[in-house]
């Protein structure tokens, strides 16, 4: 018969009652900048597209392009599921380091690749560690950041990626410029860039401690209470004041063991409608940021005709309009609510996706209007996305939050993202405008169908502890 081990915990009211500080800040930086990796890789992977097609070892189709971005993808899926799983057992702190040091390695492997097999092996070991990284920073960030700012500090975090997608279009086109490097080493040198970033986040994650609310659900209340002593005593001595006492708590039960069975229990039987409103919110948006993204770089060389090594002046105007989309209407999260955002910007960027289909499929852009169309679009689809990570982290119980957001990313990667740069290398090889709309209306109806299943499924988590929104699988009844 299992002894009931009871513990009263007020760490969540502690960790929400924190002014914002320095402690933060810290948090945000060495945590955040996972998202600027990746959209420095992927940034990379499309604006060296056409470099690599011409690239005297290389020599990749457009076709094999798109695939080596599924390729990542792939990689990502399983890396979020299997360092997800790891997150939850182990912790969040100790995965820092390991799923950082897979993106290290591989993203450096990827600089040296000698043919198209390498490189789809290389990026899609990059994947995996950044895949590894989505599951254990987003589940750390949430736990960490108060509840009345939570909405806002984790769209602005999930819409750095384009600080990264605006840096690698920026060296891109220095790199790619062939009285630089030339066309085989300007995308090497590239790649390895990710790396150099990289050892310096390494350095920084030393000084965060692991997730006081990850220990007091997993048996260490006293590690959690010293842990949490002491970022309290960080923040009094960083910001000068005197933190308020709190009086709510949480009564834990017998520590919940995790399973593949409880898991979907969990998900299925307990919350079948925010699981069902997850998955639609995640496929949607993969699809059409990693269709068109990843294929980016080949519509404006195909058909408008810039060559290679410019392809980055107009992916930082698009990345610009990326990053401000979930900047600026990440405080709307936390003021006017998530549901009614949500299906907001998910509505708006699918219908201003398909007039810009429209456009295009007339002809009546060129390479300039055309990217300030998408930049648009993106504004409201980037907080769409941002919006979609923030859901399906924080409406389910803190033992499988890990996992969950791996599991959703990689669901929501495989049915909607995977097949997606194949499918748009494929209808951009075809050279026929009508077949690459068709793609561009089945992102706009994936987005407007998310809107609709938003204002029927969507979850007021706005301002609400964690544990108010999911209670522990470990409280007490």
């Given at each position: 018969?299992?002894t009931?081990?009871r513990?009263l915990?007020?760490v969540?009211?502690?960790l929400?009652r924190l002014p914002?500080s320095?402690?933060?800040?810290?948090v945000v930086?060495a945590l955040?900048?996972t998202?600027?990796?990746?959209g420095?890789?992927?940034?990379?992977?499309g604006?060296?597209?056409?470099?690599?097609?011409?690239?005297?070892?290389?020599?990749?189709?457009?076709?094999q392009v798109?695939?080596?971005?599924?390729?990542?993808?792939?990689?990502?899926?399983?890396?979020?599921l299997f360092f997800g799983h790891?997150?939850?057992?182990?912790?969040?702190?100790?995965?820092?380091s390991?799923?950082l040091?897979?993106y290290l390695v591989?993203?450096?492997l990827?600089a040296?690749?000698w043919?198209?097999?390498?490189?789809?092996?290389f990026?899609?070991?990059t994947?995996?560690g950044i895949?590894?990284?989505?599951s254990a920073i987003?589940?750390a960030?949430q736990?960490?950041?108060?509840a009345r700012?939570?909405g806002?500090?984790d769209?602005?975090?999930?819409?750095s990626?384009?600080v990264?997608a605006?840096?690698?279009a920026?060296?891109s086109?220095?790199?790619?410029?062939p009285?630089?490097?030339?066309p085989?080493l300007?995308?090497?040198?590239?790649?390895?860039s990710?790396a150099v970033?990289?050892?310096?986040?390494?350095?920084?994650?030393?000084f965060?401690?692991?997730?006081?609310?990850?220990?007091?659900?997993?048996g260490?209340p006293?590690e959690?209470e010293?842990v949490?002593?002491?970022?309290?005593?960080?923040?009094?001595?960083?910001?000068r004041?005197?933190?308020?006492?709190?009086?709510?708590t949480?009564m834990?039960?017998?520590?919940?063991?995790?399973?593949?069975?409880?898991v979907a229990?969990?998900?299925l039987?307990d919350?079948?409608?925010?699981t069902t409103f997850?998955?639609v919110?995640?496929i949607?948006q993969?699809?059409?940021?990693?269709a068109?993204?990843?294929?980016?770089?080949?519509?404006?060389t195909?058909f408008?005709?810039?060559?290679a090594?410019?392809?980055?002046?107009?992916?930082?105007?698009?990345?610009?309009?990326n990053?401000?989309?979930?900047l600026?209407?990440?405080?709307l999260?936390?003021?006017?609510?998530r549901?009614?955002?949500i299906?907001?910007?998910?509505?708006?960027?699918?219908l201003?996706?398909?007039?810009?289909g429209?456009?295009?499929?007339?002809?009546?852009?060129?390479?300039?209007t055309?990217?300030?169309m998408w930049?648009i679009v993106?504004?409201f689809?980037?907080?769409a996305?941002?919006?979609?990570?923030?859901?399906?982290?924080?409406?389910?119980?803190?033992?499988?939050?890990?996992?969950?957001?791996?599991l959703?990313y990689?669901f929501?990667?495989?049915?909607?993202?995977?097949?997606g740069?194949?499918l748009f290398g494929v209808l951009?090889?075809?050279?026929?405008?009508?077949?690459?709309?068709s793609?561009?209306l089945?992102?706009a109806?994936?987005?407007?169908?998310?809107?609709?299943?938003?204002?029927?499924?969507?979850?007021?988590?706005?301002r609400?502890p964690?544990e108010d929104v999911?209670?522990?699988?470990?409280?007490?009844?």
């Amino acid at each position: 018969m299992a002894t009931d081990t009871r513990t009263l915990t007020d760490v969540p009211a502690r960790l929400d009652r924190l002014p914002w500080s320095r402690f933060h800040r810290l948090v945000v930086v060495a945590l955040g900048i996972t998202w600027i990796l990746d959209g420095l890789e992927v940034t990379l992977a499309g604006s060296v597209a056409a470099a690599l097609q011409t690239s005297p070892r290389l020599q990749l189709t457009a076709e094999q392009v798109g695939l080596t971005g599924s390729a990542y993808l792939a990689g990502a899926v399983l890396g979020s599921l299997f360092f997800g799983h790891l997150t939850d057992l182990l912790g969040r702190k100790k995965l820092f380091s390991v799923t950082l040091g897979v993106y290290l390695v591989a993203t450096a492997l990827t600089a040296f690749s000698w043919d198209f097999t390498s490189f789809l092996f290389f990026r899609f070991l990059t994947g995996a560690g950044i895949g590894g990284e989505y599951s254990a920073i987003n589940s750390a960030i949430q736990e960490l950041i108060p509840a009345r700012l939570r909405g806002r500090i984790d769209l602005a975090i999930n819409g750095s990626f384009w600080v990264g997608a605006a840096g690698g279009a920026v060296l891109s086109v220095w790199l790619l410029d062939p009285e630089v490097l030339g066309p085989d080493l300007g995308w090497r040198v590239a790649f390895g860039s990710g790396a150099v970033l990289g050892l310096v986040i390494l350095y920084l994650r030393r000084f965060l401690p692991e997730s006081p609310r990850w220990l007091m659900i997993h048996g260490q209340p006293e590690e959690a209470e010293r842990v949490m002593a002491g970022i309290e005593a960080q923040v009094s001595a960083s910001e000068r004041v005197t933190l308020a006492p709190v009086t709510a708590t949480l009564m834990l039960g017998n520590r919940h063991k995790t399973t593949l069975v409880s898991v979907a229990r969990t998900l299925l039987r307990d919350y079948p409608g925010r699981t069902t409103f997850g998955l639609v919110l995640m496929i949607s948006q993969a699809f059409i940021y990693n269709a068109i993204f990843f294929t980016y770089a080949l519509v404006l060389t195909r058909f408008y005709g810039i060559a290679a090594d410019k392809v980055g002046l107009y992916i930082l105007p698009f990345a610009v309009g990326n990053f401000l989309g979930p900047l600026l209407l990440g405080p709307l999260f936390d003021t006017l609510g998530r549901k009614p955002m949500i299906a907001a910007t998910y509505a708006l960027s699918g219908l201003l996706l398909a007039v810009t289909g429209e456009l295009f499929y007339i002809d009546v852009l060129d390479a300039t209007t055309q990217t300030a169309m998408w930049s648009i679009v993106f504004f409201f689809a980037s907080a769409a996305a941002s919006a979609a990570y923030l859901t399906v982290g924080e409406c389910f119980p803190l033992e499988i939050r890990a996992l969950t957001i791996a599991l959703f990313y990689a669901f929501g990667t495989l049915l909607g993202g995977v097949g997606g740069p194949w499918l748009f290398g494929v209808l951009i090889d075809s050279g026929s405008r009508g077949d690459v709309v068709s793609g561009y209306l089945l992102g706009a109806a994936m987005m407007v169908t998310a809107a609709l299943v938003t204002l029927k499924l969507g979850v007021a988590a706005e301002r609400r502890p964690l544990e108010d929104v999911a209670p522990p699988l470990s409280k007490a009844p």
